[in-house]
């Protein structure tokens, strides 16, 4: 793990620029699929955990007992862990409102958990979801007016005209009693590929929708500035091109990515990014509008004129990182084939492990002292157990 002094003081000089911000990567290995990953893994149950569906919004237990708690001291037996949903089939993306769970999964459909049950509903898009490979019904991000609205983003994969696979960024409406379906087309020429495809949806503080695409395993389309491959996108809230992107007449608010999975900004707006990268090096890296980030032209402790070095990277080691969330002050990220919950302490310049046992995890989010994660052991990738896969809620023990 080695972690980058000159990026860290970049971080500093951007909390009063509006489209600062700062980019988590991963990596992992070209291979068939994006991961480096053994035949099989150990995907232990968490001792002491409740297997019990609960309330997704039950009061948080630990009151206000974790409030100026920091994960650089917490471990795997500091939380109190409930299992909020089970034999769920490769959930990806995770939305909270309200006392509702939102989840998309690989398959095409969206799923709603409430008091301890489930509702799927298929997603009615204009051109059928191809879950081929990594593809499929990736990124799911409700509208900031959900409530009034009913409308949500989404980030699909599909079947071109040619046969080729790609993807698209949607908007979407819940109908009360049609279920979910798409409304309008945003974007529907982004390279997929059976890995690769990006896929993360995000609102940032400037209102913004920020999608992160990947290389399609074509390396090369990651520099070129023209191509919606290998970047974090940005449009407005009606899918239209901000006149302040950095690019003119273009989406691309970064370029130079592999396959960015997860999108997270601090309370002074620095925004970050988590990206699979090829063996190790799984990276850090705080975004810039305009900047390159160097895939494939660079990685791990490499350096080249006019691209961006990682916050920190995984030297050998891969955490194969996807979803990311901010607790309080604390960066928090999911780990795939690390199969662990992380805390990048940027103190210490570490990547520190503050949950494991549980296996693949995707995504992330935190809400009223809680953390909401959904594991992803039927992606293919790992070895799942009985009731995978499972949303869970951990809370810091009160004592």
Not at 101 to 122: F, K, P
Not at 149 to 154: I, L, Q, W
Not at 223 to 239: F, K, P, V, Y
Not at 384 to 399: G, H, I, Y
Request: charged share 30%; aromatic share 8%.
């Amino acid at each position: 793990m080695v972690f980058n002094t000159a990026a860290a003081r970049r971080r500093g000089c951007l909390t009063s620029v509006i489209m600062g911000a700062g980019f988590l990567a991963g990596c992992q290995t070209d291979n068939t699929m994006q991961e480096n990953e053994p035949d099989t893994q150990e995907h232990n149950e968490q001792e002491g955990a409740d297997n019990s569906p609960e309330d997704p919004m039950e009061e948080n237990e630990s009151g206000t007992a974790e409030e100026g708690i920091h994960m650089n001291n917490v471990t795997t037996e500091d939380w109190d862990v409930k299992v909020l949903a089970e034999n769920l089939e490769i959930p990806w993306s995770l939305n909270i409102h309200e006392e509702t769970v939102y989840m998309t999964d690989r398959h095409g459909r969206i799923l709603e958990i409430e008091n301890g049950e489930t509702e799927q509903t298929e997603l009615q898009t204009s051109t059928p979801v191809a879950h081929e490979g990594e593809g499929g019904l990736l990124g799911f991000k409700l509208a900031d007016d959900f409530a009034d609205s009913g409308e949500a983003y989404v980030y699909y994969t599909f079947e071109g005209e040619n046969g080729s696979l790609m993807n698209r960024v949607v908007k979407v409406k819940k109908e009360n009693n049609d279920g979910w379906a798409e409304t309008d087309i945003f974007i529907d020429d982004i390279p997929g590929a059976q890995i690769h495809n990006g896929g993360r949806l995000a609102i940032g503080p400037d209102d913004m929708l920020y999608a992160t695409t990947g290389d399609a395993d074509d390396p090369d389309l990651s520099q070129d500035e023209d191509n919606l491959a290998g970047s974090i996108l940005r449009m407005t809230a009606e899918g239209d091109i901000p006149e302040d992107n950095p690019f003119e007449d273009s989406y691309v608010f970064s370029y130079g990515h592999r396959n960015p999975q997860g999108l997270a900004w601090d309370e002074n707006e620095a925004f970050y990014s988590s990206e699979h990268g090829p063996v190790g090096h799984d990276e850090i890296n705080l975004i810039e509008p305009g900047n390159n980030y160097g895939w494939p032209v660079i990685e791990g402790d490499e350096s080249n004129e006019g691209m961006e070095e990682p916050l920190i990277h995984s030297g050998e080691d891969t955490w194969a990182p996807s979803g990311v969330t901010f607790r309080e002050d604390d960066l928090l990220v999911t780990g795939l084939r690390g199969e662990s919950l992380y805390y990048f302490d940027e103190d210490n310049q570490e990547m520190t492990k503050v949950f494991e046992g549980e296996g693949r995890l995707r995504d992330v989010k935190y809400k009223d002292g809680a953390i909401y994660l959904i594991t992803n052991n039927t992606d293919g990738r790992g070895s799942p157990e009985e009731n995978d896969d499972r949303l869970l809620k951990l809370t810091l023990n009160a004592d």
